[in-house]
């Protein structure tokens, strides 16, 4: 690999910028000075020229041997060759020619919010059994095709909870408040479960999301429970097939219920996942351990009912807590003295950082990319589907040194091909598609790379130049992200007078556009919100894209996003219910709406 440090850029807003001595010396030192080992690459079905004479060892243990060419029909997967003359074997990834294909059929999915996403029966928070309510409503009464779920991944298990799921305390397993515990073995044999399930409703009250309520009444519950859940034998299969990253997420957990979520400040015997002293922990608080691992048990049983109510798309974040649990058993790969964000653009002019601690590249393949390997294997457990936040990042990340402001930082080249390849095998081994979130500042080469690979492209209703049916046919279309403006944001002003209320900049030129995109659509300057907004989702339905997602806050005629990127204390993101219940939003006559004209898009999409 080359050097990975990119000395010029440009912006979101067009301006270059060559990079200070004081952000190259800090960038420069965060990489590390660490030679990246060679890895090959083979495409399953193709011939792979190396040269001398090689033996392989494949990942189930057997071993080839040859000279010059590579069989073509060597398995998928992860493989070590050696060469004659080599003192270490190289890792040999043979990847499948593509990540698997989307249905010829056009299809169409609801993405939800699954915390903001209550029942009469939740404890405060979303939660699994809503999903499997959701999704059969979806399936069922909406005839959408899957649901796009944001992130579930597990925050700290420490209070305050962390309330964006792009933030989480690991990538690989799941958050303790999604889980619906009077579905739980046991539940209904407990004393007192009546006073259990009136303070969970009870929390459900209000407009916004109370996690540390929600947290401590479902943990208070689940440690009743375990007491007479410690002999279950069924959760072996689980802990065989997780691994060690189960055994080490759950040692994770139980350290820092005793000393704090934030790594960098436990004894200093505790702070490495290979320390001795944390071998003695974890002896010494075995119960506590194994807790930890049967909550996530229960947490995969109650998503993969979930998911067999619903084909579900995963969104997997680009990164997550700096002192968090993922951070403390990946950190030999970490660049931990930078955090990942963004470049000037027109939404965010002062550069955003997101406050991640990127992989150092060359320490990531010095690992043999493990990290990246289980965070998919885990994620893709229970997906039809991966949606990649800001994929960009397979290929090139912002860094923002610590200290330093976005207007500091720097490009930082990662090891595409490497990351791709084992994109590839992994969606292939879990059957999964995958759609790159390609949105933003995208050099036209990698669209390109990606649409190779046979990944989806992401294209947004709001910036897009042409009508839907013009979008590329591989892509997944959306009017909106999380992260934007609602329909009826844009079209009541409810959009602008938030941001007015909350003394954030109103970009007036922006949200005229994006008023003037539904004009064009509606054919009216005036007409009700609603008519407007199942106007927009047939046109988006008629998209060329393989796939559609409208959002759930759409088809309620929601007025405010979830969130507000760049602000904290401004706005309160990811924490706002949505205005209805689930019971009430089952019955509601919009989102029939939607999906009926959604539905007559595609059907105009797949007669083209």
């Not at 495409?43 to 243990?61: K, P, R, S």
């Not at 899957?146 to 992130?151: A, G, I, K, Q």
Request: one cysteine or more; glycine letters at 8%; hydrophobic letters at 45%.
């Amino acid at each position: 690999m080359t050097d990975p440090l990119i000395r010029r850029y440009e912006d979101g807003l067009g301006v270059f910028h060559d990079l200070a001595p004081s952000t190259e010396g800090a960038v420069r030192q965060a990489l590390g000075q660490v030679a990246p080992p060679t890895t090959l690459i083979a495409t399953a079905g193709h011939v792979l020229h190396v040269g001398g004479t090689w033996e392989i060892t494949l990942e189930d243990g057997a071993t080839l041997r040859g000279a010059g060419a590579l069989p073509p029909d060597l398995p998928i997967g992860y493989h070590d060759l050696a060469r004659r003359g080599d003192s270490t074997p190289m890792l040999l990834l043979v990847r499948p020619p593509k990540c698997p294909p989307a249905a010829e059929v056009a299809q169409w999915g609801v993405a939800v919010q699954l915390y903001a996403a209550l029942s009469h029966r939740s404890w405060g928070v979303g939660d699994f059994a809503d999903l499997s309510v959701l999704g059969r409503w979806a399936r069922d009464e909406l005839q959408a095709d899957f649901m796009l779920v944001n992130p579930l991944y597990a925050a700290s298990p420490s209070l305050p909870q962390e309330p964006s799921p792009y933030s989480p305390t690991t990538r690989l397993f799941l958050n303790p408040l999604y889980l619906a515990v009077e579905q739980v073995d046991g539940f209904s044999a407990l004393p007192n479960t009546d006073a259990l399930l009136q303070a969970g409703r009870q929390i459900s009250g209000g407009r916004l999301v109370d996690r540390d309520a929600t947290y401590k009444l479902k943990l208070s519950a689940l440690d009743r429970l375990w007491q007479d859940a410690k002999a279950d034998r069924r959760i072996e299969a689980f802990r065989l097939s997780a691994g060690r990253p189960l055994r080490r997420f759950a040692t994770y957990c139980a350290v820092a219920e005793k000393h704090g979520s934030n790594w960098h400040a436990w004894p200093a015997g505790l702070r490495h996942p290979d320390a001795p002293a944390l071998a003695r922990f974890v002896t010494e608080n075995a119960e506590r351990v194994q807790f930890h691992e049967w909550v996530q048990w229960l947490l995969d049983r109650q998503l993969g009912a979930a998911s067999a109510a619903v084909p579900l798309m995963m969104d997997l974040p680009i990164g997550f807590d700096p002192d968090g649990a993922d951070a403390w058993a990946y950190q030999d790969s970490l660049a931990l003295s930078v955090r990942v964000g963004a470049p000037p653009d027109e939404f965010n002019p002062r550069g955003q950082d997101w406050g991640l601690p990127p992989f150092a590249p060359h320490h990531l393949a010095r690992a043999r990319f493990r990290p990246f390997v289980e965070t998919l294997r885990m994620t893709l457990r229970r997906a039809w589907a991966l949606r990649i936040d800001h994929v960009m990042g397979l290929f090139r990340q912002f860094w923002v040194p610590l200290g330093m402001t976005p207007s500091d930082g720097a490009y930082v080249l990662f090891p595409q091909e490497e990351l791709l390849a084992i994109l590839a095998i992994e969606s292939h081994r879990a059957r999964a598609l995958v759609v790159g979130e390609d949105l933003g500042t995208v050099e036209p080469q990698v669209r390109q790379r990606l649409a190779d690979l046979g990944l989806l492209s992401y294209k947004l209703l709001w910036f897009e130049p042409g009508a839907p049916d013009t979008f590329n046919p591989l892509s997944m279309a959306a009017v909106t992200t999380h992260d934007l403006p609602t329909v009826a944001g844009i079209w009541t002003g409810d959009e602008a007078r938030s941001l007015e209320k909350a003394n954030l900049p109103v970009r007036s030129s922006s949200l005229e556009a994006m008023r003037q995109r539904l004009r064009d659509i509606v054919g009216a300057d005036t007409a009700d919100v609603s008519e407007v907004i199942v106007a927009t989702h047939r046109a988006l339905g008629a998209a060329s894209s393989r796939l559609v997602a409208a959002t759930l806050e759409d088809m309620l005629s929601v007025g405010e996003p979830p969130n507000r990127p760049g602000t904290i204390r401004e706005w309160p993101n990811w924490s706002v219910r949505l205005p209805l219940g689930l019971d009430e939003i089952l019955a509601q006559p919009l989102p029939r709406r939607v999906a009926q004209a959604v539905r007559e898009g595609r059907r105009l999409s797949d007669g083209r």
